[in-house]
Nanobody, 120 residues
């Protein structure tokens, strides 16, 4: 299993970025996917989870209304559209997966991370 995240970069506060994660998972449509992030000096935190069908989505309160997750089971990808970015959104963003659940709680699969930096 491989998860390849991309799309990170440097953006000014208020700007937007779109992250993508390509997954090599045989049963991708039965795998809930999530984004986590880790800011410098802090623990990794949950950002959003999306079920295999895309019908159940859970956002962290800190990103509700600003971030939107989507998935394409035909392409084995998930995307994270991040709008109205704030400096506190800075961190390494990881995609993760957990098989046969609706919401990712204990990921079995992790990507390598992509850096997002929001300048003030």
């Amino acid at each position: 299993v491989q998860l390849q995240a991309s799309g990170g970069g440097l953006v000014q506060s208020g700007g937007s970025l779109r992250l993508s994660c390509a997954a090599s998972i045989d049963s991708f449509s039965r795998t809930a996917m999530a984004w986590y992030r880790q800011a410098p000096g802090k623990e990794r935190e949950f950002v959003v989870s999306i079920s295999g069908s895309g019908g159940r989505i859970l956002y962290a309160d800190s990103v509700k209304g600003r971030f939107t997750v989507s998935r394409d089971n035909g392409k084995n990808t998930i995307d994270l559209q991040m709008n109205s970015l704030k400096p506190e959104d800075t961190g390494v963003y990881y995609c993760a997966g957990e098989w046969a659940v609706l919401t990712v709680r204990q990921p079995q699969y992790w990507g390598q991370g992509t850096q997002v930096t929001v300048s003030s």
